[in-house]
């Protein structure tokens, strides 16, 4: 804030120097709304007005840190997100790098040990190289777009370096994507005109077998992919298309992401959740919260999956495969209840108010 201000209807001041994403905290109290308020216009800011240093790494502190920083951006691959496995799946691969822009001091990060001090990123993204290194893809970026940093990324570096010499310059990053046919019929797959060629996104870019991250390339709802590629003579050798009823492609290269992890507790299992860093056998011994896919039995108290217990809705609670014996299904309400709270007549369970309706209507 250049200057104090008072809000008339309040009489609160906001003194000078104050930085403008708090001073939003004395507009709206909701703590969501104002999170979200705050994330959105730090992202317009820093579009806008960002300086830092341009990194690319494969530093595995960089890949584990992907989402975490001091600005007020987020994202499913911070370590307490929905796919916070994902950093580590994507180090497994021979396509993937950080690319970030970082501040000038290295910092305590939300989320990891407070002895530790790593780069802040003002803003990141994935790239990934096809496997014959003649083709880009940029991730979604991080917390904000900047057509700007992909230009720099191939004309001021990848071009004066091997991977772009012998005069194999990098086209303009390109979004465009087809789906349909001389507007006759829809297309199975996004096609992508590379050169004179097209070539579908679904069988160019592959998750390897295990892998843990969010493809942001293949699924996501909010970023359409930008991608580059050499401008060679003999670029026909690498991709071909004919016309029939839809595109034909021939592809020789080829993006294949992430991997599969194990566990970082025992070293042993691999990891089948995105959302923790641990194997399922580790993760109900060892985890400490309840998540989507984890609940607590309400008869032992012990951690189980939930695709493999009975929830007992009338209680909102749930119980472990090993004490299903303790639970019954009713014959008239479709319900599970209690053996306990159930009375079993003729080799039938039912529970108290489906019984005695059942004897008022004289249906026993």
């Known amino acids: 804030m250049l200057n104090d201000y008072t809000i008339l209807s309040s009489g609160i001041k906001i003194p000078k120097g104050m930085r403008l994403l708090k001073a939003f905290k004395f507009f709206e109290s909701d703590k969501e709304r104002l999170e979200n308020f705050q994330s959105i216009a730090s992202m ?8 830092g240093i341009l990194c690319f790494s494969v530093h595995p502190l960089d890949f584990l840190s992907a989402s975490e920083n001091n600005h007020n951006w987020h994202s499913c691959h911070a370590l307490d997100g929905d796919f916070r496995a994902g950093n580590l799946s994507y180090m497994t691969d021979d396509s993937t790098i950080m690319v970030y822009l970082k501040s000038d001091n290295d910092v305590v990060l939300p989320d990891f040990p407070g002895d530790i001090k790593w780069n802040d990123k003002k803003w990141r993204m ?20 900047s057509k700007n940093a992909l230009n720099i990324i191939t004309k001021d570096i990848f071009k004066n370096t091997d991977i772009g010499a012998n005069n194999h310059c990098w086209s303009e990053w390109d979004n465009r994507y087809i789906t349909n046919w001389f507007d006759r019929f829809n297309l199975s797959d996004r096609y992508l005109p590379v050169s004179d060629n097209l070539i579908g996104i679904n069988e160019l870019v592959k998750d390897n077998t295990g892998a843990l991250h969010y493809n942001d390339l293949l699924y996501s709802n909010y970023y359409t992919p930008y991608y580059s590629y050499r401008l060679i003579e003999d670029f026909d050798t690498y991709f071909s298309y004919s016309y029939r009823n839809k595109p034909v492609t021939k592809i020789s290269s080829r993006f294949r992401l992430g991997g599969a992890i194990k566990c970082v507790k025992c070293k042993n299992e691999f990891i089948k959740d995105s959302n923790t860093f641990m194997c399922p056998r580790c993760e109900l011994k060892y985890g400490h919260e309840c998540n989507d896919e984890i609940c607590e039995c309400s008869v032992c108290g012990c951690r189980a999956y939930r695709e493999d217990c009975i929830w007992l809705e009338r209680y909102n609670e749930w119980v ?4 299903q014996s303790e639970v019954a299904y009713c014959s008239c309400c479709d319900e599970y209840d209690y053996v306990d709270n159930m009375i079993e007549r003729k080799g039938y369970y039912y529970c108290k108010d489906c019984y005695e309706q059942a004897k008022e209507e004289n249906r026993f």
């Open 126 to 145: 994935w790239l990934h190289f096809s496997d014959n290194e003649d083709m880009l893809f940029a991730g979604r970026q991080y917390p904000f777009f």
């Open 320 to 323: 472990c495969e090993d004490c």
């Open 44 to 51: 317009i800011i820093q579009e806008n007005k960002v300086e």
